[in-house]
């Protein structure tokens, strides 16, 4: 129990935020080359960004006419990773596939 004590204030130190800030997204592309396998690209969409096979390929294809494709919006950390491990596995694997992240 705190006693009043003649002369002393009591001020807070710190505010409360009202709302809270959603954190900014990233669109994780997928780049087209000459020699990554198209079946290489379905099967990363699929193990890596959990698409369906119908939705991988989709996106694939559009990786294939236009020379990129959206594979996921995520947070900043999130898409670091995912394009670190997309150039992880497409080196392992000896492609030369290039990932990269843009804001929303």
């Known amino acids: 129990m705190q006693e009043n004590r ?5 001020k807070v130190i710190s505010k409360t935020r009202k709302s809270l800030q959603e954190p900014p997204m990233y669109r994780v592309l997928l780049h087209n080359d000459d020699y990554t396998t198209m079946d290489f690209v379905v099967e990363l969409l699929m193990t890596l960004f959990q698409k369906s096979f119908e939705e991988a390929t989709r996106i694939m294809l559009r990786i294939h006419r236009s020379g990129a494709g959206v594979c996921g919006v995520y947070t900043y950390e999130v898409a670091e990773t995912k394009i670190e ?3 992880q596995l497409a080196t392992e694997r000896g492609f030369p596939l290039k990932s990269s992240m843009e804001k929303v």
Request: hydrophobic share 10%.
């Open 6 to 10: 003649p002369g002393t204030e009591e």
């Open 85 to 87: 491990t997309v150039h």
